[in-house]
């Protein structure tokens, strides 16, 4: 299971339940890192700067807002979602190469130029079928979220 730090945003009230709503942060280590100015990760980090989160969650323990808690979610949801956004587009690099040497090339005549247009092509609807399984898969793991432990006010 991992775990994250969650900051706590609503808290609804249904009988001897909380329904509360959690945000936080997405940390990467990039700040930590030595190779962040020649990393690519790391300038696109600074560039889009941090995506923050946010869940939704159902527990008999009671919080308030502005409380830090910490959650769980299930590694599987997160292999999932890698595996639809890293794996789809590189598939769809590989068969469009295969497609434009095999059928477009030899048909016009266009060479490698044609194999990296067809290729680039289906890298671009491999990112739009990856785009269009990762939500919901993102939106499962969402429901899958358990809260750990209170840990309290946050350090001002």
């Known amino acids: ?3 994250a730090l969650a900051t706590v945003t609503e808290v609804h009230r249904h009988g001897k339940h909380y329904h509360i709503d959690l945000s936080c942060e997405q940390q990467t280590s990039c700040s930590s890192c030595s190779s962040q100015k020649s990393c690519g990760t790391g300038v696109v980090t600074k560039a889009i700067g941090n995506k923050s989160l946010s869940w939704h969650l159902r527990t008999e323990q009671s919080v308030k807002v502005g409380q830090v808690v910490e959650i769980g979610f299930p590694e599987s949801s997160l292999i999932k979602s890698a595996m639809a956004v890293y794996l789809l587009p590189l598939f769809g690099l590989i068969v469009g190469a295969l497609i434009g040497h095999l059928f477009f090339a030899p048909l016009i005549g266009g060479g490698e130029g044609m194999v ?4 680039a092509l289906f890298v671009v609807g491999g990112m739009y079928v990856a785009k269009r399984v ?3 898969l993102e939106e499962a793991s969402k429901k899958q979220v358990t809260l750990i432990r209170i840990l309290g006010e946050p350090i001002q």
């Open 1 to 3: 299971m991992m775990t």
């Open 116 to 119: 990296i247009l067809t290729s």
């Open 134 to 136: 990762s939500r919901p």
